[in-house]
């Protein structure tokens, strides 16, 4: 709260007369209307044995009011103003002798006055400023106090003032919330390394020390609150310098990272689980530019680990699959939110392709805004020799078994050649043989052919 003090008459009179804006011209020409004016009042109401009494006090509050320069004019206008008012022309010289020395004193005495009033009217103008400059300061400390004390009830940061010893003297109320402490009184006086535990314990000890040196530490601890929940905390520890530039005190101001760091490990345990994956796995931006792979991903194309050029998502294709992938693919993962199939990818060093199982997913920011494109692809190389490998043993298996099945279908019409009951046999050997068929269907893929051969085998055998 401002101090304020009681404000006397002539305090006032004197502030309005600081305050007073008037020309030079004005000042004069009031400095003259009040002269003649009490020059008319000594005429008719003092006597001439007094002639210089109603001067002086006007010549001073002219000079009080309106400064040296008019309580200069003042002076001179006042002499001369009783020397005509006592003056004759019966005196040789308008005056006696003995008024010439009073007019002479009286000069001399005013401009003297004159002379300590101005200097007073200026001692008080800047006794005035500061004054004012005085209160405005503490107006602007009041509300610095108040800025401050609403910043630190408002911050979530533990600030803490610790004496030299390193023993807790001070705690914002926002620190105490996030230290879960009800009263400060609880912990006033308790050291605080003492709330870190191992090497958090350390690193306070050094900071305090480093403090009383005048050097700023920081660190990053995990530290239980005051109710035993643990967290973890950013900690930035400085000097108060005192009055002599020496450090008095000690500032600590703790933040809880508990959630950030929480955040970094699980992070961490993604990056690390992308940089182990034996899977293809990058990033993109929506202009097609690369800014993530992991080391899977440059074994499979063949990049060299020093590769510094930036790279585009067409240049792990062949031309013709690049054109595809930037015309069906991008578009289908904004559209459908995925794209997977079967691509090839182009071998930096040999050119050769890469059978590759292809899988394409946006890369969002915090507000669901595409940014880019990931991807985890997986080598196909070995599932695709597998493959040609499969095809072509089931394509030997059904060489071999039509072969088997051909004999068998002669074996049956020379057995039946002749025998009045073959209609019948044929029609049963013909159901097992299909049933055969279907369960090297399982092997080789290729039992629709095949049974269409068969039946059109046993037709023909009854045709004859």
Known sequence: MIRTQPVSFFDRIVAWSLELQLSRAAQYVLTAIMILAVG?????????????LLFIPATIAIALVLGKKSGLLAVGLSTATGIASLGTVDQPTWLPGQQWVAASLFLIVMVGLVMLTAELRASLRRARRLNQDLIESERQAVERQAFLSGVLASSTDCIKVLDLDGKLTFMSEGGQQVMEISDFNEVAGCPWPDFWQEAGNAEARAAIAAARQGEARSFI??????????????VAVSP??????????????SRDITNLRASEEERDRFVRLAENSTDFIGMARTDGSVFYLNDAARRLVGLDDDQSAPLVIADFFAPEQAEMVAREVLPAVERDGQWVGEVDFRHFRTGAPIPVLYSVFPVTDATGALIG???VTRDFRERRRADDDMRLLNGELAHRLKNVLAVVQSIIAQTLRGIPEAETASQNLSARLVALGAATDVLTGEWPRLAGNLKGGFRALRER
Do not use: E, Q
Request: no cysteine; charged share 25%.
């Open 40 to 52: 008319l009042g000594r005429v008719a109401f003092v006597p001439d044995t007094l002639p210089w």
């Open 221 to 234: 601890s995990k530290a239980d609150t005051y109710r035993g929940t643990p967290k973890w905390w950013h």
């Open 240 to 253: 108060i310098a005192g009055p002599d530039g020496r450090p008095d005190r000690i500032l600590s101001v």
């Open 373 to 375: 494109y990931g991807t």
